[in-house]
């Protein structure tokens, strides 16, 4: 069987896939799937990502007894438990709980990969782990970078080319993103965080004072879990 | 003044764009717009890109003493001039005349760029001449990358690379793409031909047999002219 091994640049970009042939992995460095790998390893029950804080905020007028995480320019939203920080999803705070995340470019990426065979969601947190699971599964597997408002960056692109590194010599067909993104990987490997600093939005993150969140998500395989869609709950893969 | 260089890597991106605020480079190295580059060159009063074979057709049926150029699979359609190959735009066949040139994948990049200060022709051929022309006007510059059925190619972005490369030092603000593009080009410049050969697409052209028209299309500053649009026709930037 001929599996290909693709490379979504940005959610613009979805459509251009039949999304229902893949496994996906969805990647949002900063800070998404690397807080919610960091979560679900930490024991949380589940994660349910959203796009909206309105409709974050709805799971408590719901009644449910979830963890609500929100936050706007890197500033936690009041009312809100906690915010995107994967220092927030720590065993303490997540063991045995259900937390609402708000991510925007995140949400719009799993959204519309839905029809996907599986989704997992993917990290430098979880890159082995999660790589020696995909090599398992003998299915064709695109890798959905979520992006900057829709747009190309660089620290999905060179994850997604760090899972490209690892699974390239396993008989995989790899289309012109994924040969890109190997590529940037190669250039970046040796010093990921030095690579980044100086696209803009590394800026920009450094500018909100996350500088310590950018460190904690680009440590490779420091967890195991794997996270994957169930419904609209990411869960940990058994 | 801040002046950005950024790059566009595929047209389904071009929306996420404020056009109007840019220089646009046009970029479609297979083959598109290195023939364009070629005929105006060797002395074609214009080429007009066209989306559709029928659109091509219609302008002999108006009358109109053009060369029509439409090819479907790497054929030259029945009843029309030539195809696509740079090899068709020699002097001894352009020289005053007006081109008409069915191209799927530029044609849609010019279009979404209408609105754009200026929309030039880009290719490895006219290179450094285009460069230079853009170092002169100090606005912000978009690369866009025709790309293949509205995704990212290599070869495309290769060339936005080769013209970050010379632009870089000059005062731009890189995005990420063009980063990301420049960092492919340091990758592939030493033997560009070899580094797209790897592929999907390098093999795909393979089939069609022209590999004589990749090989031209890969060679660096063998013309200065620069293709401008002029409402529906490329001229010769003067």
Known sequence: MNKNLDVCLTPALIPLYNVEDYIIVVIDIFRATSSICYGIENGAEAIIPVSEIEEC???????????LAAERNGEVVAGFDFGNSPFSYTKEKVSSK????TTTNGTHALHLSRKAKKIVIGSFLNLTSL??????????ILLVCAGWK??????DTLFAGAVVEQLKEHGYTLDDPAIAANDLFQIGKNDISQYLSKTSHGERLKKLGIEKDIAFCLQIDIT???????????IKLV
């Not at 790589?131 to 064709?140: D, G, I």
């Open 131 to 140: 790589c020696n699971w995909l090599k398992t599964q003998n299915e064709s």
């Open 98 to 101: 259900t937390v609402v995340l």
């Open 224 to 234: 195991t879990a794997i996270p994957i869609l169930d419904g609209e709950k990411l």
């Open 150 to 155: 829709n747009n190309f960056n660089l620290e």
């Open 57 to 67: 905020a709805a799971y408590r007028e719901k009644g449910f007894d979830h963890l």
